[in-house]
């Protein structure tokens, strides 16, 4: 017999935009199941192994905050848990909180457990139930088998917009024109001396020698190595991938090729990087990190104009700061579009929801947006913000029948969301 379960909101996907859709619709007194195909939660953050938080201040500010709520709740336990949450500069001028994947898995398990959010790892959804315009259920597998999820409202925070993929609702791949930003596999590093030059400009340099001198299995020839203070360790943001596809064979050699990546470039750090001599490669990802993928089609979609003229709106439900950054080639870093120095842009409601299913919501990666606008709003920063606003209007929606704009605004305002 084929095991049910029902709730007033299910969550797919258990990265920052999950975790805060789950939360936040648990903290509007809805009945809610995160559902996680990993062993943890953080996606991104965790998974692939990208350790800062971008997007909770805009960008080149002073430090202007545009992003609360969930998101302050988890610096919080972070902070509970001794580890530093300030801001720290970036080599591009902008505001990110660094942070240790191991300690956040923690910090979200204790949120989720605080605002009694039902959690299930070790989860795949294969399927889901339409009738009209309502997604009715979702098909699930674990290793005892299939069961079903039953909710009044469900948010899509799985990344590449698995459930409305799933769901037959509409969704694009990449910029519309079938093109992603590239993936990148995380390759964590330690022995780094404390007074080396881990600049991009340094990486420059290295990469192009050693590409010079024959060494093979490197691609982009500058990037960023993360690392807090003068710790001995960092992280590597470079192997890189472009994806043509989500399907196990195309996912299956990009993450063996980032592997041989990883190893090439920490031979390269080692031969040509002072101050690296002894580096180490400690793990890489533990999974690709994937900046884009699938999006879901929404009722409203957010633009790139939207993004640099920092557009105000009446139904705005969270806000978005970081300027956007595509990254197109394998071989160069990412290009930023500027925007107005320490402005944020608002995002509607209308582009979180699914142009064909009511009760369907995308947050994170998810979220409806052109090429420029989804390069500001794919950061984690951001995430929260998506997904703390999708979890509430889900949580409005399987309550009253209708996520009414005024009461989601309302509930997220409760919550210390800025909106």
């Given at each position: 017999?084929?095991?049910?379960?029902?709730?007033?909101?299910?969550?797919?996907?258990?990265?920052?935009a999950?975790?805060?859709?789950?939360?936040?619709?648990?903290?509007?007194?809805?009945?809610?199941?995160?559902?996680?195909?990993?062993?943890?939660?953080?996606?991104?953050?965790?998974?692939?192994?990208?350790?800062?938080?971008?997007?909770?201040?805009?960008?080149?500010?002073?430090?202007?905050?545009?992003?609360?709520?969930?998101?302050?709740?988890?610096?919080?336990?972070?902070?509970?848990?001794?580890?530093?949450?300030r801001?720290?500069?970036?080599?591009?001028?902008?505001?990110?909180?660094?942070?240790?994947?191991?300690?956040?898995?923690?910090?979200?398990?204790?949120?989720a457990?605080?605002?009694?959010?039902?959690?299930?790892?070790?989860?795949?959804?294969i399927?889901?139930?339409?009738?009209?315009?309502?997604?009715?259920?979702?098909?699930?597998?674990?290793?005892?088998?299939?069961?079903?999820?039953?909710?009044?409202?469900?948010?899509?925070?799985?990344?590449?917009?698995?459930?409305?993929?799933?769901?037959?609702?509409?969704?694009?791949?990449?910029?519309?024109?079938?093109?992603?930003q590239?993936?990148?596999?995380?390759?964590?590093?330690?022995?780094?001396?404390?007074?080396?030059?881990?600049?991009?400009?340094?990486?420059?340099?290295?990469?192009?020698?050693?590409?010079?001198?024959?060494?093979?299995?490197?691609?982009?020839?500058?990037?960023?190595?993360?690392?807090?203070?003068?710790?001995?360790?960092?992280?590597?943001?470079?192997?890189?991938?472009?994806?043509?596809?989500?399907?196990?064979?195309?996912?299956?050699?990009a993450?063996?090729?980032?592997?041989?990546?990883?190893?090439?470039?920490?031979?390269?750090?080692?031969?040509?990087?002072?101050?690296?001599?002894?580096?180490?490669?400690?793990?890489?990802?533990?999974?690709?990190?994937?900046?884009?993928?699938?999006?879901?089609?929404?009722?409203?979609?957010?633009?790139?104009?939207?993004?640099?003229?920092a557009?105000?709106?009446?139904?705005?439900?969270?806000r978005?700061?970081?300027?956007?950054?595509?990254?197109?080639?394998p071989?160069?870093?990412?290009?930023?579009?500027?925007?107005?120095?320490?402005?944020?842009?608002?995002?509607?409601?209308?582009?979180?929801?699914?142009?064909?299913?009511?009760n369907?919501?995308?947050?994170?990666?998810?979220?409806?947006?052109?090429?420029?606008?989804?390069?500001?709003?794919?950061?984690?920063?951001?995430?929260?913000?998506?997904?703390?606003?999708?979890?509430v209007?889900?949580?409005v929606?399987?309550?009253t029948?209708?996520?009414?704009?005024?009461?989601v605004?309302?509930?997220?305002?409760?919550?210390?969301?800025?909106?």
């Open positions: 017999m084929t095991r049910r379960f029902s709730y007033d909101v299910a969550v797919v996907g258990g990265g920052v999950g975790i805060a859709a789950a939360v936040g619709a648990a903290q509007a007194g809805a009945r809610t199941v995160l559902l996680e195909r990993a062993a943890y939660l953080g996606g991104e953050a965790t998974n692939s192994g990208v350790t800062a938080f971008a997007g909770v201040y805009a960008s080149g500010s002073g430090g202007i905050k545009v992003v609360s709520g969930v998101c302050d709740q988890v610096l919080g336990h972070l902070a509970r848990l001794g580890q530093d949450t801001y720290g500069v970036t080599a591009s001028g902008n505001l990110t909180i660094k942070f240790s994947p191991e300690y956040l898995k923690v910090a979200l398990d204790d949120i457990e605080e605002a009694g959010v039902e959690l299930l790892f070790h989860c795949q959804v399927g889901a139930k339409t009738e009209g315009t309502r997604l009715l259920s979702i098909e699930c597998a674990d290793d005892s088998g299939r069961f079903e999820v039953e909710a009044g409202a469900f948010v899509d925070a799985s990344g590449d917009a698995n459930l409305a993929f799933l769901s037959q609702a509409p969704t694009v791949w990449g910029n519309h024109q079938g093109q992603t590239v993936a990148t596999l995380s390759a964590r590093i330690d022995q780094i001396d404390k007074d080396a030059d881990i600049s991009p400009s340094a990486v420059e340099k290295a990469i192009l020698k050693a590409k010079s001198d024959g060494m093979k299995h490197l691609t982009k020839e500058k990037g960023y190595i993360l690392r807090r203070d003068q710790e001995d360790f960092g992280f590597a943001l470079l192997p890189s991938i472009v994806l043509k596809n989500l399907d196990a064979k195309t996912l299956s050699d993450e063996r090729d980032g592997r041989k990546q990883a190893l090439a470039y920490v031979e390269a750090f080692r031969k040509y990087m002072p101050g690296l001599e002894r580096c180490r490669l400690v793990s890489t990802g533990p999974a690709l990190g994937i900046r884009e993928g699938r999006k879901m089609v929404g009722l409203y979609t957010l633009t790139g104009e939207d993004v640099v003229r557009v105000k709106r009446p139904d705005a439900v969270a978005g700061g970081w300027m956007p950054e595509i990254h197109r080639d071989n160069k870093m990412g290009e930023y579009i500027p925007v107005e120095k320490g402005s944020y842009f608002d995002i509607p409601l209308s582009a979180l929801r699914s142009i064909q299913l009511e369907l919501y995308g947050a994170g990666r998810a979220v409806s947006a052109d090429e420029v606008a989804f390069a500001s709003i794919r950061v984690m920063g951001t995430g929260f913000a998506t997904g703390h606003a999708a979890g209007a889900a949580a929606k399987a309550r029948g209708e996520a009414e704009i005024k009461k605004r309302e509930e997220l305002l409760r919550q210390n969301a800025l909106i």
